[in-house]
Structures are given as C-alpha cells and as structure tokens.
T-cell receptor, first 113, second 113 residues
Framework: DVKVTQSSRYLVKRTGEKVFLECVQD?????MFWYRQDPGLGLRLIYF???????EKGDIPEGYSVSREKKERFSLILESASTNQTSMYLC????????????FGQGTRLTVV | GENVEQHPSTLSVQEGDSAVIKCTYS??????FPWYKQELGKGPQLIID?????GEKKDQRIAVTLNKTAKHFSLHITETQPEDSAVYFC????????????FGSGTRLLVRP
C-alpha cells in the first residue's frame, strides 16, 4: 500500500513564526503536492513538484514556499505564519505523468494564534 | 483557469436509497475526473475515476457518468450504507497542467440508518 505520512496531525504556532510541514511518501512517486482544505472551498493547490528540486506554484502560493531535496520528501514552509493560514494541510503524491491517482496523507491541522 | 462546481453541499439519505452528486467543469480540455471520499480524521481516498474517452464506469455500488458536451459528471451510489457517510470531492485536471487536480467544494453525505 502507498503510504504518505505527514509529520504532525496537529500544530499550534504563533503569528510570525516560521513553520515547517513535512511529508514523506514510500512509493517512489515523482509527483508531490500540497493542498489546503477549508470548509466550503474544497482542496486548493498551494504548490506541486514533479521531480527533485523542481517546483511549480499552484493556485494559492502566496505566503508559502516548498522544498524537495529528496524524492520521497516534500516540505511546505510558512515563512511568517499568519492567522489566515489556520487550516488543514494535505500532502499527496502520484506517479510520474498526468492523470494518475493521487494518494493523500492524513492531514495536518495547523492553528496560528 | 479550470473551475469545478459541486452540488449539493450536503445530502442526507435513508439507508438503502441512492445518492447522486453532480459536478460541472469549465474547460473542455480536461480529460481526467476522479472522485475522492474523505472520512472523518483521514485524508481523501480515490473511490472511482473516469477518463474523457468513456461515458460511464461502474464499480459495485458506485458509478460515475461523464457528459463531455455538457461538461458535467456525476457520482451515483446505490443501496447506501451508513459507512458511506463521508465528504465526497470531485476533481478535474487543470487547464495549464494535467498534473494538477482542481477540486470541487465537497459534498457531505449522511446516510441515516
């Protein structure tokens, strides 16, 4: 079974802090994604990566950056956390190519106070 | 960019009845349409998908139909069971990159015993 593991289920951070969300997948997938989930808005793509050190902006990249130094690991960074970044963050991975199934982690609920 | 609209936002059915969730998409170039189920406290999981060269696909109690002319696709669940209660998301591939999935806003399905 594909396993996508996010390092934390719950996080509470203070405004202005630099926050790191980590994601690891064990299936040698080329593609990795970070989504944000908010009630009534579905899942919105923040960033994705199709290879090591490669990244592309999604629909809502402002206030976020990412890092992919190894194939299995994709990190989401909140440079200076703000209260409007309080949300559920979901990491996903998929095989190389297009139109392939995405496998999701269990999510990290981040609260910024 | 691509836009996916999903209806209804909530759906309550009696156990054994059928449930139908509908989505529309904006770009005729989209060619992959997955459906995800998200149970409480978990990440979304793929339950069925359809590609643009197929009009209907069935997997036991779940079916998806696609009307490319009208740009809409639907999820049908027959003989609903309490364990079908979850949030369901439709998605379509993005216009500028088919690595990207654009998600609908989600439907919360409640199956009453």
């Amino acid at each position: 079974d594909v396993k996508v593991t996010q390092s934390s289920r719950y996080l509470v951070k203070r405004t202005g802090e630099k926050v790191f969300l980590e994601c690891v997948q064990d299936m040698d997938h080329e593609n990795m994604f970070w989504y944000r989930q908010d009630p009534g808005l579905g899942l919105r793509l923040i960033y994705f990566s199709y290879d090591v050190k490669m990244k592309e902006k999604g629909d809502i990249p402002e206030g976020y950056s990412v890092s992919r130094e190894k194939k299995e690991r994709f990190s989401l960074i909140l440079e200076s956390a703000s209260t409007n970044q309080t949300s559920m963050y979901l990491c996903a991975s998929s095989l190389y190519g297009t139109n392939t199934e995405a496998f999701f982690g269990q999510g990290t609920r981040l609260t910024v106070v | 960019g691509e836009n996916v609209e999903q209806h209804p936002s909530t759906l309550s059915v009696q156990e054994g009845d059928s449930a139908v969730i509908k989505c529309t998409y904006s770009d005729s170039a989209s060619n992959y349409f997955p459906w995800y189920k998200q149970e409480l406290g978990k990440g979304p999981q793929l339950i069925i998908d359809i590609r643009s060269n197929v009009g209907e696909k069935k997997d036991q109690r779940i079916a998806v139909t696609l009307n490319k002319t009208a740009k809409h696709f639907s999820l049908h669940i027959t003989e609903t069971q309490p364990e079908d209660s979850a949030v369901y998301f439709c998605a379509a591939t993005g216009v500028d990159s088919s690595y990207k999935l654009i998600f609908g806003s989600g439907t919360r399905l409640l199956v009453r015993p």
